[in-house]
C-alpha cells in the first residue's frame, strides 16, 4: 500500500478566477485555469511517485515519470469545463477554459500491459483522500469505459500550457478525457484498474450520477454518468451592464463547445423571441469554437442578449434549469 499524499490545502478548493465576460483568449493562460478538488490539493513528491496499471491485464506495469516522458509526446487543444457542484447540478457555473495538455495517450499504456477481453472499463485512482458531503473517501475514484480510450486523445497528461503540470492542476500526473466533464480527468493519478464493471465509489454513484427523468409510472430509477459535454456556450462581448449606442455597430462574439462538436450558434437580441444565426469557426482539435455576429442596435432601453448552441447530434442548450441552459447578458442600449 502506498502512503497517502499529504493535502495542503486540504478539504474542498476552488478557485474561480475568470467570469465569462473575461474569456477573451482562444486559449486561456494557466494562471487563468479554474481549480477545481474536492478533498484538498495533493502535495506529491515525483521521486517517490509511480503509475500502477494492474487489475484485468495480461502485465501489470508501475511507471515513474521518466518511464512516462519516454513514451511519444501528444499535445491535445481541448475545452476543459467544470460539471459544477455534484449536490445543485441543474445550476450553470460556466467554469470552462480551453487549454493545450501534453502526455502520452492511455492507448499506448493499454498497449503495454495487455488488457484482458473481459475488460469493460478502467478506474482512475487520485492521491487525494478525505470526507466528502458525507462520504468518506480512500481516494478519488472514477471510472471510464474502455471504448471511450479507443476513441483516441484520452491521455495521462504531465504538461499544462507546455509547463508542467500546477500541485492545483495534478502534479506530476493526471487523466485528461478531452470532450468530458472535468470531473472524469483524475488529477494526482497514481493507479489504474482494469475491469468489468463500472467503479463502486462515491464520485461515481453518489456524485455525477444523475437521474434519468423516467415515464410516469416506471417503477426503476435509472441513472446516468455525468461524461460527455452537452452543448453549451457563452457570450464574451459586450459584456454584463455595457452601455451601447443607438445606430452604432457592434459585435457580439463568444465561445461554443459541446463533446460531439457545434452544428450551430443563435443570438438573440430581444430576450429570445427572435434568433439569428451566427457565423461560427471550424472546431480545431477539440477546441471551444468562436462565434459572432454583427449588431445595430436601433432603440433606446435594457435588453438581455442570448446565445443558443446545438450540436452536431442535434442536442441544443435548454432555457432554464439544466448546467447548459442558455446564457443571458443583459446591456443597455443608450441615445
Ligand atoms: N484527484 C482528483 N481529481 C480531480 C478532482 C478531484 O477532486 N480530485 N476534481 C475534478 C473536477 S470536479 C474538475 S472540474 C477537474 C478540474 O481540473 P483543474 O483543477 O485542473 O482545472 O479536476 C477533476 N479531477
Ligand atoms: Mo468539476
Known amino acids: 500500500m502506498r502512503a497517502r499524499a499529504v493535502l495542503d490545502p486540504g478539504g474542498l478548493f476552488r478557485y474561480i478566477p475568470l467570469r465569462p465576460h473575461q474569456f477573451t483568449e482562444a486559449v486561456t493562460p494557466t494562471r487563468d485555469l479554474f481549480v477545481l ?89 487520485g492521491l487525494d483522500h478525505g470526507p466528502f458531503a458525507g462520504t468518506q473517501n480512500d481516494s478519488y475514484l472514477k471510472d471510464l469505459p474502455l471504448r471511450r480510450v479507443k476513441a483516441g486523445d484520452v491521455l495521462v497528461a504531465y504538461e499544462l500550457n507546455g509547463e508542467p503540470l500546477s500541485a492545483e492542476h495534478g502534479f506530476p500526473a493526471r487523466l485528461l478525457v478531452p470532450g468530458w466533464y472535468g470531473t472524469n480527468s483524475v488529477k494526482w493519478l497514481y493507479r489504474m484498474v482494469l475491469a468489468d464493471r463500472r467503479a463502486d465509489g462515491p464520485f461515481t454513484t453518489v456524485f455525477y450520477n444523475e437521474v434519468i427523468p423516467s415515464s410516469p409510472g416506471a417503477s426503476t430509477v435509472r441513472t446516468r454518468p455525468v461524461w460527455e459535454v452537452a452543448p453549451e456556450s457563452v457570450i464574451v462581448a459586450p459584456a454584463p451592464d455595457e452601455r451601447l ?83 443571458a447578458v443583459p446591456v443597455t442600449v443608450v441615445t
Open 37 to 125: 478538488a474536492h478533498l484538498g490539493v495533493a502535495r506529491v513528491d515525483p521521486v517517490a511517485w509511480s503509475l500502477d496499471i494492474d487489475g484485468l491485464v495480461r502485465c501489470p506495469q508501475r511507471l515513474t515519470l521518466a518511464d512516462l516522458q519516454r513514451f511519444p509526446k501528444r499535445e491535445v487543444l481541448s475545452f476543459h469545463e467544470c460539471a459544477g457542484n455534484p449536490l445543485t447540478p441543474e445550476v450553470p457555473e460556466r467554469r470552462v477554459a480551453n487549454v493545450v495538455w501534453g502526455g502520452v495517450t492511455l492507448e499506448t499504456l493499454l498497449d503495454k500491459v495487455g488488457v484482458e477481453p473481459t475488460a469493460s472499463y478502467i478506474w482512475s485512482y
Open 245 to 327: 449606442q443607438v445606430g452604432t455597430p457592434a459585435e457580439i462574439w463568444g465561445w461554443a463547445w459541446s463533446a460531439k462538436g457545434i452544428r450551430t450558434v443563435e443570438v438573440s437580441v430581444d430576450g429570445g423571441e427572435t434568433w439569428h444565426a451566427a457565423a461560427v469557426n471550424v472546431r480545431e482539435q477539440w477546441s471551444w469554437q468562436r462565434f459572432h455576429v454583427a449588431w445595430r442596435p436601433s432603440e433606446p432601453g435594457g435588453v438581455a442578449l442570448l446565445c443558443r448552441a446545438s450540436d452536431l447530434a442535434g442536442a441544443t442548450q435548454p432555457p432554464r434549469g439544466a448546467r447548459n441552459a442558455i446564457h
